[in-house]
């Protein structure tokens, strides 16, 4: 059973940084993927970026790409998600999330962190 385990988060004003941290126990293989969701208040968690965590394909959701970058760092078992130029709709709670199978559907990911909030103040 893996365990991810999230950090990073806190209360921002527009425009700073974040970098979340996503710290899974347990091997990851090479052709798994790791994801970055989100759920703002009221609403339905969202996928906001993924990596293989082979290192080769990333991919963003329109409303963070060019501000969000995810990487990882296969030493350490850990997964970022650098948040740049943050905008209050960007407050939610975050989840990492880990899968076999490449999708933006929450359903394809097998295992989940706690969440880490963001807020985004205006």
């Known amino acids: 059973q893996m365990q991810l385990v999230e950090s990073g988060g806190g209360l921002v004003q527009t425009g700073d940084s974040l970098r979340l941290s996503c710290t899974a126990s347990g091997r990851i293989f090479i052709n798994y993927y790791m994801a970055w969701f989100r759920q703002a208040p009221g609403k339905e968690r969202e996928f906001a970026a993924r990596?293989?965590?082979?290192?080769?394909?990333?991919y963003y959701s329109d409303s963070v790409k060019g501000r969000f970058a995810i990487s990882r760092d296969t030493a350490k078992n850990t997964v970022y998600l650098q948040m740049n130029s943050l905008k209050p709709e960007d407050t939610a709670v975050y989840y990492c999330?880990?899968?076999?199978?490449?999708?933006?559907?929450?359903?394809?990911?097998?295992?989940w962190g706690q969440g880490t909030q963001v807020t985004v103040s205006s």
């Open positions: 999330a880990v899968g076999t199978l490449n999708g933006d559907q929450a359903s394809v990911y097998d295992y």
């Open positions: 990596i293989k965590w082979s290192g080769t394909g990333t």
